[in-house]
């Protein structure tokens, strides 16, 4: 039990177009997911905390324009990067938790790279 | 505040002899301390975890933690490597309400054949 889909894997696209990524909850109900952001060679840091139902609150630095979150079922957040520019080329992943401290789920992650 | 440090960036050992990554947190609070593994485009994956039980921790695949409060350290270790364990490592610590993981910079692990 306590799987993490996350989708696309990897994606490609344009600069200043919007790119969706999709965290959902298979088997259990997350009342809170994390996005995190992975730079090469560089530790994963948290970029936002998405609660069902509300608003995201984002990390110091972290643009909630560029970064859209919406988390708006018991399974399901999405990532949206809007006006995506060759700098936002990273790894995104997604973890979710329904509420016991010790489970939280990592997703497999989305490899974006914006050309 | 807290925070995570993993002393190597890069550790490169043999096939068949033992795993040493070291890791060193500050926390206010008594702290949850996890180990995870990150092979190249997967997902995290959870290795082991320390919730103030035992101090000595098992994992999967033959890795183990001791949290020694004293030296602030939860060092992840294996006797024996296995090419398989080539990946990079995260030491995360998570305190207080636990809604929140922090991230060590990562160990990029080599094994040699």
């Known amino acids: 039990g306590a799987v993490v889909s996350q989708h696309p894997s990897r994606v490609i696209c344009k600069s200043g177009t919007s790119v969706k990524i999709e965290c959902r909850s298979l088997d259990f109900q997350a009342t809170t997911m994390f996005w995190y952001r992975q730079f090469p060679k560089q530790s994963l840091m948290l970029m936002a905390t998405s609660n069902e139902g509300s608003k995201a609150t984002y990390e110091q630095g972290v643009e909630k324009d560029k970064f859209l979150i919406n988390h708006a079922s018991l399974t399901l957040s999405t990532l949206t990067v809007t006006s995506a520019h060759p700098e936002d080329s990273s790894f995104y992943i997604c973890?979710?938790?329904?509420?016991?401290?010790?489970?939280?789920?990592f997703g497999s992650g989305t490899r974006l790279t914006v050309v | 505040a807290q925070s995570v440090t993993q002393l190597d960036s890069h550790v490169s050992v043999s096939e068949g002899t033992p795993v040493l990554l070291r890791c060193n947190y500050s926390s206010s609070y008594s702290p949850s301390l996890f180990w995870y593994v990150q092979h190249p485009n997967k997902g995290l994956q959870l290795l082991l975890k320390?919730?103030?039980?035992?101090?000595l921790v098992k994992g999967i695949n033959g890795f183990e933690a001791e949290f020694k409060k004293s030296e602030t350290s939860f060092h992840l270790t294996k006797p024996s490597a296995h090419m398989s364990d080539a990946a990079e490592y995260f030491c995360?610590?998570?305190?207080?309400?636990?809604?929140?993981?922090?991230f060590g910079t990562g160990t990029s692990l080599t094994v040699i054949p």
């Open positions: 320390y919730t103030s039980a035992a101090t």
């Open positions: 995360v610590v998570s305190e207080g309400s636990g809604n929140q993981f922090y």
């Open positions: 973890s979710a938790s329904k509420g016991d401290f010790y489970g939280y789920t």
